[in-house]
């Protein structure tokens, strides 16, 4: 399908953008756009006025706690849809309904199913749906993605990666329920699975343990993706690490290995082979040292495709994906068993 950028007269400013969801996320997007050339930010939306009025000094918007009220009197184009995860689909479906493009912070949805209807009823209404997985947009992970093109390492075959952050809290610890938020693998490692799945393509078959979650401030995971390739993937996701937000990767291949620590430096470790608000924050966010941060690009990009009908870096085809295999992971923790691909859903 072919989409148009939908032209209004919006007194010389290029697109009108709305804001549903005022917390860690919301306030990224505030800042980033409430700065974005060619953007309005026209109205930003919570329930707890103070985390609107927020996200309102920050982007220049009007503040609301009705976000039915906000579309009604700010006619935004396109809306960022920055809440918890089990709301996305209801917000997603609702803002297709009304002819708006939608930007949906990851994960798409907690199934597969409503990840496919929500893509559904954005193509059937001739509007946009982009989710959110940024870490395509972080400078290191898009540069280990060229160098592995480019073959600098010969053929990739394994890679490692690792993902720490404190266990986020939330409205009502909501990502202490995993009816709610999926737990730590389909909220803190899904960016690790899309990464891995960019690098390798498609998964086979999966398999994993995770901790129960833990009120306490705990859940660790790890997971092994096989790729229909052979090629084998190990990932790491842990909220409660004391520390830092941290990433770590490790990208093997026949001629080389491509290194990163967020801890210790801001640039790759490529090594070739010789010849060859005053609230608690909701969840942790990675830092980098770019002018703008990979947040701001990702959102200029969806922008950009929104205005040029193109189609983005990374697609709802493979926010899916990442979800699906997700679930599966789940599954393969809960029966103690791999699990392969296809016909995992919930």
Not at 132 to 156: L, M, T, W
């Amino acid at each position: 399908m072919c989409f148009k950028h939908k032209k209004k007269d919006n007194g010389g400013i290029s697109m009108k953008i709305a804001i549903i969801g005022c917390g860690t996320m919301g306030m990224i997007y505030a800042h980033n756009l409430g700065k974005m050339p060619g953007v309005q930010v026209s109205g930003v939306v919570d329930l707890i006025q103070e985390s609107a009025d927020q996200a309102a000094a920050v982007s220049g918007a009007a503040s609301y706690t009705d976000w039915e009220e906000m579309l009604e009197k700010e006619q935004p184009e396109t809306v960022a849809v920055c809440l918890p995860t089990y709301l996305h689909k209801t917000f997603v479906l609702n803002l297709a309904q009304r002819g708006l493009h939608v930007i949906c912070e990851k994960p798409a949805a907690l199934t597969l199913e409503d990840a496919i209807e929500m893509e559904a009823a954005c193509s059937k209404q001739g509007v946009r749906l982009f989710i959110g997985h940024v870490v395509r947009f972080f400078p290191n992970y898009r540069n280990a993605f060229d160098q592995v093109r480019s073959g600098k390492i010969g053929e990739a075959k394994m890679a490692q990666f690792k993902r720490y952050g404190s266990y986020p809290q939330g409205v009502d610890l909501w990502y202490h329920d995993r009816a709610k938020s999926g737990g730590v693998i389909m909220d803190l490692m899904i960016h690790d699975i899309d990464f891995a799945c960019w690098i390798f393509g498609d998964v086979e078959s999966v398999y994993a343990s995770v901790t129960k979650p833990s009120l306490s401030g705990m859940e660790y995971a790890q997971v092994t993706l096989k790729f229909s390739s052979g090629d084998i993937a190990n990932l790491t996701g842990f909220w409660g690490y004391p520390g830092p937000f941290t990433t770590q990767f490790e990208i093997s291949g026949n001629e080389g290995i491509i290194r990163f620590d967020s801890n210790q430096v801001q640039s790759l470790d490529l090594k070739v082979l010789s010849g060859v608000n005053g609230q608690i924050d909701a969840v942790q966010v990675p830092t980098s040292p770019t002018l703008h941060d990979p947040y701001y690009d990702e959102v200029k990009h969806f922008i950009e495709c929104i205005r040029e009908g193109n189609e983005p870096i990374v697609s709802v085809a493979d926010a899916c994906r990442a979800v699906e295999i997700a679930l599966a992971c789940n599954r393969s923790a809960q029966i103690g068993l791999p699990v392969c691909m296809g016909g995992i859903s919930s």
